[in-house]
């Protein structure tokens, strides 16, 4: 940092304010190694199972088993898993606490919850 022009400094400060609020993000951030992953599985026009628990720092993936085409998509507009073809895997990790309710692109008669909790002690 040392020998920076202001003008340079001040740049770089804003692009790391900006990494950092993109990191905060719930499901931004990949998996991180030893934790846990849930399946939800696409059938039918339907989540299975339509709500899960999850601690902060695991990861979901749903799998698409229908013909259609579905995604997962949060209402808040956090995630998304994008465009899941027939047997297509789209993976999320949860790194904040909180409740997700989602749906499909698509279809958003097709709801889901994802419920993060805290990392407990011990
Ligand atoms: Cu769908």
Redesign the pocket.
């Known amino acids: 940092m040392r020998g920076l022009t202001r003008p340079t400094r001040r740049r770089f400060g804003q692009g790391l304010g900006t990494a950092l609020a993109l990191a905060g993000l719930p499901g931004i951030l990949r998996a991180h190694d030893g934790t846990h992953e849930v399946t939800v599985r ?1 059938e039918r ?1 339907a989540f299975d199972p339509p709500e899960i628990e999850i601690i902060v720092g695991d990861s979901v993936t749903w799998i698409n088993g ?1 013909v ?4 997962a998509t949060a209402l808040s507009g956090d995630w998304d898993t994008g465009n899941l073809e027939r047997d297509g895997q789209g993976r999320i990790t949860f790194d904040s606490p909180g409740e997700h309710r989602y749906i ?4 958003p008669h ?1 709801k889901g919850t994802v419920v993060v909790h805290a990392k407990t002690d011990g």
């Open positions: 696409i026009f229908d259609a085409p579905h995604t499909c692109g698509f279809h097709m």
